[in-house]
């Protein structure tokens, strides 16, 4: 990447603010009186080269007449705060007091050795050079002395705080954007996620972002935000998932190992081999256009890095929550879960036994059914129905299962929308009073076998009026 990097939405970016500030002060007058020495009360955009030399570095920002261009950091790379804060402290320079007006030795100060040297110019061809010295003990102020100036002073520490940072600290550490919406799971679109915990990739993926297949494959669960895409298909726990994938956003580097590093570079970090990986969609906001990210962490030496997009940085940061999420808690406990409204047939067999049963009606209040072409009491069915679909795992995932005996129970769902596939779960004689239980094929997941014996006594009282007992 080239050296030379034009900032035209820095320079932009000032003007906005510096015009915001100036509105609000101009609607909220406010007489400021400030005693000490003034050497330049210009605004941020009349700085046109600052140039640092501190402990750590020596930083070079220079405005090219479009726009700044701030040393080697690439201009998407540039912390605007940071950097807006650097050109006010350069426009509005001010020491509370003077301390020596000729002292004969500078080293009391720590001047004689300056901790920065900072050279400004200004867009009216002036220019200052300010020395950097030591902490004042008991205010924590610093002493500041200017060229072509016997004095020292005492400057607010804040006030010279950016002439001391590393070049680096001028790169963002926001590394993805913090949640403008109520719900991380509002923001995010699609995440695939492999790596970490996870013996095969994992995918959820949002209803809302509009892929017709995708709003079919929900039609299994009802009404989701978001389904698991495994070896099998699920709904996503709402609850699980905040609390994992909202960890997503809002991710600061705790410091930055490098920037515009060659893929070579990153690669020799040790990214050939990333710990996780983490590709999602975003959309921040109600009218905000879609972002794509992509992330691999590395846990190397008993600390964690990052890379996004493809950007060039290595950035440290803090244990991931995502970087632990389990397969198996990611999904709601239950199997299957469509709406009634949402069914044309549904076909159980359960032994040698098939039981059919026939949906019409367009609507719930007009919804009738056929129990093998008999007409059944719609009622009585919805009750048979919340036992059916009260299927659910036990959380624990199963490892190399293969089933090859004779189901226990088929339960197929036929839909209203032609193109939706028919969704089937098969159990399976299991271990430990459980049975394994396959979902359009997929053995992954098993549950207690009370199920069963729950739905064999509803069959065997379909006709009475005996309550269907849901609760197993």
Known sequence: ??????????????????????????????????SGTTFKALEPVDVRRVLIRNETDTLDISYTGEGYQVDD???????????????????????????????????????????ARVAVTYADGSALT??????????????????????????????????LLPKKAYVEDLVTPRLALSSPLSALLNVTLSGGLLAEPVTIEAIAAGDPEVARAALSFGAPTHIVRGRGTYELDQTYGVATLGALLGITAADILGYALTPEEITAFGFDQPTMEVAFDLRNGIDAQIEHYDLAILHKDDAYYLTCNDNGVIYAVE?????????????VRWFLSPLLIDVREIELIVGNEVHTFTLTGE??????????????DIERFRDLYRLLTSAEHDGRLLENVEVSSTPLLTLTYHYRDPQKPNDVMV????????????????????????????????????????PIKTEW
């Open 1 to 34: 990447m080239a050296r030379e990097v034009r900032l035209v939405l820095v320079a932009a970016g000032v003007v906005a603010i510096l015009g915001t500030i100036a509105l609000l002060l101009w609607l909220h007058p406010v007489e400021v009186v400030e």
């Open 73 to 115: 950091i690439p201009a998407e790379l540039v912390d605007m705060d940071e950097f807006i804060d650097l050109l006010t402290a350069c426009s509005k320079v001010h020491a509370k007091r003077t301390v020596a007006a000729a002292p004969q030795d500078f080293a009391l100060y720590g001047l004689d050795a300056p901790s």
């Open 130 to 163: 300010l020395n950097i010295g030591d902490t004042e003990r008991v205010t924590g102020d610093v002493y500041v002395s200017i060229e072509g100036d016997p004095a020292v002073y005492l400057m607010e520490a804040e006030r010279c705080a950016g002439f």
């Open 319 to 331: 244990e991931p929550a995502f970087l632990h999420v389990e397969y198996s808690k990611l999904l």
């Open 363 to 376: 609507t719930s209040s007009e919804q009738q059914v056929a129990y093998n072409g008999e007409h059944f």
């Open 427 to 466: 159990l399976y004689p299991g271990d430990a009073r459980r049975h394994y239980v396959q979902i359009n094929g997929v053995t992954e997941l098993a549950m207690r076998e009370a199920y069963l014996d729950r739905v064999h006594e509803a069959l065997a009282t379909l006709w009475t009026d005996e």
